[in-house]
């Protein structure tokens, strides 16, 4: 049996069950009105339908984590492709868990999405099986990185519950047009712009490279030595997008054709230097230009803020309800991800570079996060913090597991820095 090859399959099995399982639960949530005369009864059948879809993808997702792992020799989790998967099958195990609790089906209406969205920007990462460097040859990298990835996943799931909470208590009615509802909408948006976003750079990468576009540059990179000799650096960038922006210090070598443009519109800030920094500009300016021709799509289809879309699906939840999902989602997270993100990553980091912390950007970005959520925890359960206030947290915590996550891997250069490749 080829292990890769079943892995490869299940994988994509995976993906669509989850595609799928995502759109029964919004015809559960949304379709309550073509039922004839017991839209409850229609909620439950197709909750279950959703619910059943959604566990099936996550059984293809377990086939493919386990059959990789057999196939290749080690555990998969030691690149981005690699750990980006397993997180979304985290977040999916999390969901699970904390749905056979509560039993509330409408975190679906979230936690599917962005399940998609971790595993769609997983795929974009070369997928061919690595051997593992000696930094990660330890059994440390099994304990270390699933448990901060599960700890993170429940912190996923809690922010889910709530944006959920969000959506439910935020005032959509006609007429709401005091500052406060104002502000308030505009937040929510703004939270679900990003996540469209998201989608933007999944839609950018695979669309240009389905399309083979291919774009090149020479940059020249002055570095002074410290006998104050100049050493000019020649590097060769390449980009798989039309480049909106050029590296910095650099001439086209060759550009294809795109909508009548084939150079550059300006070059990146004498600041930004780096050899793939032009390159990663040029990336997120199409991520937003993407995620915003989304954005500006669906409101032309639904003519209006897609908040007050998915608000009339929330409302016969009790907004306390899933204050407290919320809350005892991210009380599970926490502990694990205090383990595994610097307990175990302390313990590793003293084996294989002799000192239990050395200010590395994903360290201090991983006590960014740790210190956040214990403000979280604190200012809910001493000062009172509950509702609105306290899903405005789990947000703005979520975004710092997104940076941590991402913008330490693949920006800022460090000991983890192999992550990225």
Same mark, same amino acid.
């Given at each position: 049996m080829n292990w890769l090859d079943l892995s490869s399959s299940a994988f994509m099995a995976a993906f669509f069950l989850y595609c799928f399982g995502f759109m029964f639960y919004v015809v559960a949530f949304a379709g309550r009105k073509w039922s004839?005369?017991?839209? %409850?009864? *229609?909620?439950r059948k197709w909750?279950?339908?959703a619910i059943t879809v959604s566990s099936l993808g996550l059984a293809g997702?377990?086939?493919f984590f386990f059959a990789r792992w057999i196939g290749q020799g080690h555990i998969p989790v030691s690149n981005?492709?690699?750990f980006m998967t397993f997180l979304g099958m985290a977040v999916m195990i999390a969901f699970v868990i904390i749905s056979l609790i509560y039993r509330r089906l409408i975190l679906g209406i979230i936690t599917l999405p962005l399940v998609i969205i971790i595993i769609s920007y997983a795929s974009v990462f070369p997928q061919e099986v690595q051997p593992l460097i000696p930094a990660l040859n330890s059994i440390w990298l099994k304990i270390?990185?699933?448990?901060?990835?599960?700890? %993170?996943? *429940?912190?996923a799931v809690g922010f889910a519950a709530g944006l959920l909470h969000l959506l439910r208590t935020v005032n959509y009615s006609k007429g709401a047009d005091d500052a406060k509802s104002k502000k308030e909408r505009f937040w929510v948006e703004t939270t679900l712009f990003m996540l469209l976003v998201a989608c933007g750079f999944i839609i950018s990468v695979f669309g240009f490279r389905m399309a083979g576009y291919e774009a090149e540059f020479k940059q020249e990179k002055v570095d002074v030595t410290q006998?104050?000799?100049a050493v000019t650096e020649t590097n060769t960038v390449k980009y798989s997008m039309p480049p909106i922006v050029k590296p910095y210090n650099s001439t086209v070598v060759k550009a294809?054709?795109?909508?009548?443009a084939n150079k550059p519109l300006f070059e990146a800030p004498s600041w930004m230097n780096g050899v793939n920094a032009g390159r990663k500009l040029n990336t997120v300016i199409w991520s937003l230009l993407t995620g915003a021709i989304l954005y500006g799509l669906l409101r032309l289809l639904f003519r209006k803020q897609l908040g007050a879309v998915i608000h009339p699906m929330t409302t016969d939840i009790d907004p306390d309800d899933l204050d407290e999902i919320s809350y005892r989602a991210i009380a599970i997270g926490f502990p694990i991800f205090t383990l595994g993100a610097l307990i175990f990553a302390m313990i590793w980091a003293q084996i294989a570079w002799s000192r239990f912390w050395g200010w590395d950007p994903k360290e201090v970005w991983a006590l960014i996060t740790w210190l956040f959520y214990s403000a979280y925890l604190h200012l809910r359960l001493s000062r009172g913090w509950h509702g609105k206030r306290s899903s405005w947290l789990t947000v703005i915590?979520?975004?710092?597991?997104?940076f941590t996550l991402i913008g330490v891997n693949l920006v800022i250069a460090g000991l983890h820095s192999y992550a990225g490749v």
């Open positions: 004839h005369g017991d839209p %409850e009864r *229609f909620q909750g279950k339908v997702h377990l086939v981005m492709y690699e270390h990185v699933t448990t901060a990835a599960l700890g %993170e996943a *429940f912190l006998a104050g000799e294809e054709e795109f909508l009548g915590g979520f975004v710092i597991i997104m």
